[in-house]
């Protein structure tokens, strides 16, 4: 096990001219009139974000904002893991390892990650405060890419273990995450709970073994199975070819700066609370920031393969079990499925539920205030 060494976000000139000249000779497709976003990404914003990108986007702003945060990097069973790593600002401050998901970078936690280590600059109290380390997945970001197969949920969690407690020294800690990130942190609160203060997440990534056929459901439930097949059958197109042939998607989106906008920023828009209007949760500088990170360390391919391995080398709760490390659900309106706290219960130790009065699927940076202040709560008596 490697100690961690400081790593410094340094894009090389050539990779900016390089899609400078892609940005330059983008070929726009065709579009039916008067649809929108209904068939996808839409054509007139696309244009517009691209020229956007292309005339107005200053990476080295974003880089040096990126870099303003402590950054390391260390070799974990083997494999290249980038971190953040920011030390908290009070009298004892809990390690907390905050964990992202797809189509979204530790970009995401830019704001709040402040909010964590200093509550009391932000309002809060100093007693609350967080070490926070923030990973880039493996295959993701800054991160060492998997040269093997079976990089999914179970590799990485214990991965993400072994930096907080052998790289890093800590005996506990706490763990949050969204997306992938809440799938990681609750298979990490099954296996390791010994060394948990607890588990907090922003979307519920599992359900009971026994599924849609758990003995009485309530009415609350069937309409979250109705829901969820809703989403299946609507949105989950992503899914399925990720899930089953990420390599042939990945030629497109490594080679096509504007494909890969388009196949990333569609989901910011349809994911979280805004809408139909995507800017009006995140600026065009935000959304194009987190695709940069794809783009400058190509892991369009490397980061949607972890589809392909959940799929094929999945992770499920053995019936009648559940997760019983200590659980806070904080349950944005605009997540993708939304269970009601009966079936949350099933699977996991909820102790704190906090229904938002707003705020999506990407938590951290609609609403980093509320999603801070949800976590300072539920670990405040985490002991």
Same mark, same amino acid.
């Given at each position: 096990?490697?100690?961690?060494?400081?790593?410094?976000?340094?894009?090389?000139?050539?990779? +900016?001219?390089?899609?400078?000249?892609?940005?330059?000779?983008?070929?726009?497709?065709?579009?039916?009139?008067?649809?929108?976003?209904?068939?996808?990404?839409?054509?007139?914003?696309?244009?517009?974000?691209?020229?956007?990108?292309?005339?107005?986007?200053?990476?080295? #702003?974003?880089?040096?904002? +990126?870099?303003?945060?402590?950054?390391?990097?260390?070799?974990?069973?083997?494999?290249?893991?980038?971190?953040?790593?920011?030390?908290?600002?009070?009298?004892?401050?809990?390690? +907390?390892?905050?964990?992202?998901?797809?189509?979204?970078?530790?970009?995401?936690?830019?704001?709040?990650?402040?909010?964590?280590?200093?509550?009391?600059?932000?309002?809060?109290?100093?007693?609350?405060?967080?070490?926070?380390?923030?990973?880039?997945?493996?295959?993701?970001?800054?991160?060492?890419?998997?040269?093997?197969?079976?990089?999914?949920?179970?590799?990485?969690?214990?991965?993400?273990?072994?930096?907080?407690?052998?790289?890093?020294?800590?005996?506990?800690?706490?763990?949050?995450?969204?997306?992938?990130?809440?799938?990681?942190?609750?298979?990490?609160?099954?296996?390791?709970?010994?060394?948990?203060?607890?588990?907090?997440?922003?979307?519920?990534?599992?359900?009971?073994?026994?599924?849609?056929?758990?003995?009485?459901?309530?009415?609350?439930?069937?309409?979250?199975?109705?829901?969820?097949?809703?989403?299946?059958?609507?949105?989950?197109?992503?899914?399925?070819?990720?899930?089953?042939?990420?390599?042939?998607?990945?030629?497109?989106?490594?080679?096509?700066?504007?494909?890969?906008?388009?196949?990333?920023?569609?989901?910011?828009?349809?994911?979280?609370?805004?809408?139909?209007?995507?800017?009006?949760?995140?600026?065009?500088?935000?959304?194009?920031?987190?695709?940069?990170?794809?783009?400058?360390?190509?892991?369009?391919?490397?980061?949607?393969?972890?589809?392909?391995?959940?799929?094929?080398?999945?992770?499920? +709760? #053995?019936?009648?079990?559940?997760?019983?490390?200590?659980?806070?659900?904080?349950?944005?309106?605009?997540?993708?499925?939304?269970?009601?706290?009966?079936?949350?219960?099933?699977?996991?130790?909820?102790?704190?539920?906090?229904?938002?009065?707003?705020?999506?699927?990407?938590?951290?940076?609609?609403?980093?205030?509320?999603?801070?202040?949800?976590?300072?709560?539920?670990?405040?008596?985490?002991?």
């Amino acid at each position: 096990m490697s100690k961690a060494e400081p790593f410094r976000i340094a894009v090389p000139d050539s990779v +900016l001219s390089d899609l400078k000249t892609r940005l330059d000779r983008t070929r726009f497709p065709d579009e039916v009139p008067d649809t929108g976003w209904e068939y996808g990404a839409n054509l007139a914003y696309l244009r517009e974000l691209v020229e956007y990108w292309r005339t107005k986007y200053d990476w080295r #702003k974003h880089e040096a904002h +990126l870099n303003s945060l402590k950054h390391f990097r260390a070799d974990v069973s083997g494999l290249d893991v980038h971190f953040i790593h920011e030390q908290g600002r009070g009298p004892n401050p809990k390690p +907390l390892l905050l964990i992202h998901g797809w189509p979204g970078s530790i970009y995401e936690f830019m704001e709040i990650i402040p909010m964590l280590t200093d509550p009391a600059a932000h309002g809060g109290d100093a007693r609350d405060s967080f070490t926070v380390i923030a990973p880039s997945l493996p295959g993701y970001g800054f991160s060492g890419h998997a040269k093997a197969r079976a990089m999914n949920i179970q590799a990485i969690g214990d991965i993400f273990v072994k930096l907080m407690t052998e790289t890093l020294g800590f005996k506990r800690f706490a763990v949050q995450g969204g997306d992938w990130g809440s799938a990681i942190t609750a298979r990490i609160g099954e296996v390791y709970a010994p060394h948990l203060y607890g588990i907090h997440l922003n979307m519920i990534p599992i359900g009971p073994a026994e599924g849609r056929n758990a003995p009485e459901l309530t009415p609350e439930e069937k309409v979250f199975l109705g829901d969820a097949e809703k989403f299946r059958s609507r949105e989950t197109g992503y899914q399925w070819i990720q899930g089953t042939k990420p390599q042939t998607l990945a030629y497109g989106l490594n080679d096509s700066p504007a494909g890969l906008a388009a196949w990333i920023v569609e989901k910011f828009r349809t994911w979280s609370d805004c809408h139909g209007d995507v800017e009006s949760r995140f600026s065009k500088d935000q959304l194009l920031t987190n695709v940069m990170i794809y783009w400058i360390t190509e892991t369009a391919n490397s980061s949607t393969r972890l589809y392909y391995e959940a799929r094929h080398h999945p992770w499920r +709760l #053995k019936p009648g079990t559940r997760i019983e490390a200590p659980a806070g659900i904080a349950m944005f309106p605009g997540e993708l499925v939304r269970p009601p706290r009966h079936w949350a219960e099933r699977v996991l130790n909820v102790k704190r539920w906090t229904d938002m009065p707003r705020g999506g699927h990407f938590a951290a940076m609609e609403e980093p205030k509320l999603l801070a202040e949800d976590i300072r709560a539920f670990f405040r008596d985490m002991n």
